[in-house]
Structure formats: structure tokens, C-alpha cells
T-cell receptor, first 108, second 112 residues
Framework: GEDVEQSLFLSVREGDSSVINCTYTDSSSTYLYWYKQEPGAGLQLLTYIFSNMDMKQDQRLTVLLNKKDKHLSLRIADTQTGDSAIYFCAERDDKIIFGKGTRLHILP | EAQVTQNPRYLITVTGKKLTVTCSQNMNHEYMSWYRQDPGLGLRQIYYSMNVEVTDKGDVPEGYKVSRKEKRNFPLILESPSPNQTSLYFC???????????FGSGTRLTVV
């Protein structure tokens, strides 16, 4: 069945780049998303990429999509303490399937 | 302001006492969905609705009911709550295509 996999934890030093990786199984996915969840809050859509794109950049965020390998990544440049959150990868064909989330921890 | 509004934000109830969590969106979205979030299990879809009067089971529908009588509202009903339904619940909506979900702020439910 459809599945989205991502590592559960990532620790990064403040000021470094964070790279959160995700793999998915549904090759017919038309959209792929990254969501951010801060403590005690709902999920906030960070960015999304159409399946016919390879890359999308939005300020400090860069999304890379490798359709052949069904691999999606989110790079956060100059990671700051406010980036500490859980990041969810998601794919959409007819419905949205979420990964379990990667908790990003920022080291001083 | 475009948003998804869930109520209540927090709820403690006893086993077997029927409850409803309301969800309303003001964006004229066709698609609405309920998720529960549990540690180590991520987000699991309970029910979703593609449009008015159209609802379908998600991955974990047991013990829940929904209705979609009008486009803006998608209440989640627990007819006889049990402790294993203690969880954080999110309602979300989106247009039929593209742009992803808008999520509500969540309802933390505790069933004792």
C-alpha cells in the first residue's frame, strides 16, 4: 500500500543546514508536501512541490525531488531555534498520506 | 481570516458518554478530513469527505462517525468513547486539487 517513510529525529547545530529526508511509494503522487508542527499547535503547510518539478526554493527552504528514487528532501539553511519542530512529509494522489514526522532538535 | 476552527481545544470525558468535536472551515473547501495523532504513530486518517453528503472511511474509522450536511462543517462524533480514543485530533480541509491541507489547531481528548 501507499507509505511515506522519514527518520524520526534529527539534531543540528544552530546556523548549520538541516536536511530532512523522506521516501514515498506511490509513483502516481501529484503533489508532495512538507508540513511543520510546533509544540501544542496544528500542522502548518511549509511548502509543496508538483511531481513534475525537481526543485523548489523558498527563502531558507529548498525542496528536492528525485522521482526515480521516490525521494523527497527539505533543506533548511541557517537553522535557527525557531525551526525546532516536527516536520511531516506527505504525498497526495487522491488523498494525502503523511509520514510519521521528523523531530528537529537545534543544538546551541 | 481563512481558517479551520475546531472546538473544543481540550476535553476530558468518561467512558461511554457521547461527544461531538466540531470542525468548521470558511474557505469553501470541498475536501475535509479528520486525523488523530498519537506518539510514535504519526497522523492517522479517521474519516474524510470529498464533498457534501460524501464521506468515506480512512485508516482508523472504528468508534467514530462523521457527517457532512453542509460544506463548511464536518463534525466528528464518538458515540461511546473508550480510553483508547484518548488522542490529539485534527480537522483539515483543502480544495479538491493541489495546495495541501489547512489544519485546525487540534482537540486534545482524554477519555477516563
Amino acid at each position: 500500500g501507499e507509505d511515506v517513510e522519514q527518520s524520526l529525529f534529527l539534531s543540528v547545530r544552530e546556523g548549520d543546514s538541516s536536511v530532512i529526508n523522506c521516501t514515498y511509494t506511490d509513483s502516481s503522487s501529484t503533489y508532495l508536501y512538507w508540513y511543520k508542527q510546533e509544540p501544542g499547535a496544528g500542522l502548518q503547510l511549509l511548502t509543496y512541490i508538483f511531481s513534475n518539478m525537481d526543485m523548489k526554493q523558498d527563502q531558507r527552504l529548498t525542496v528536492l525531488l528525485n522521482k526515480k528514487d521516490k525521494h523527497l528532501s527539505l533543506r533548511i539553511a541557517d537553522t535557527q531555534t525557531g525551526d525546532s519542530a516536527i516536520y511531516f512529509c506527505a504525498e497526495r494522489d487522491d488523498k494525502i498520506i503523511f509520514g510519521k514526522g521528523t523531530r528537529l532538535h537545534i543544538l546551541p | 481570516e481563512a481558517q479551520v476552527t475546531q472546538n473544543p481545544r481540550y476535553l476530558i470525558t468518561v467512558t461511554g458518554k457521547k461527544l461531538t468535536v466540531t470542525c468548521s472551515q470558511n474557505m469553501n473547501h470541498e475536501y475535509m478530513s479528520w486525523y488523530r495523532q498519537d506518539p510514535g504513530l504519526g497522523l492517522r486518517q479517521i474519516y474524510y469527505s470529498m464533498n457534501v453528503e460524501v464521506t468515506d472511511k480512512g485508516d482508523v474509522p472504528e468508534g467514530y462517525k462523521v457527517s457532512r450536511k453542509e460544506k463548511r462543517n464536518f463534525p466528528l462524533i464518538l458515540e461511546s468513547p473508550s480510553p483508547n480514543q484518548t488522542s490529539l485530533y485534527f480537522c483539515a480541509s483543502s480544495p479538491q486539487t493541489g495546495s495541501g491541507y489547512t489544519f485546525g489547531s487540534g482537540t486534545r481528548l482524554t477519555v477516563v
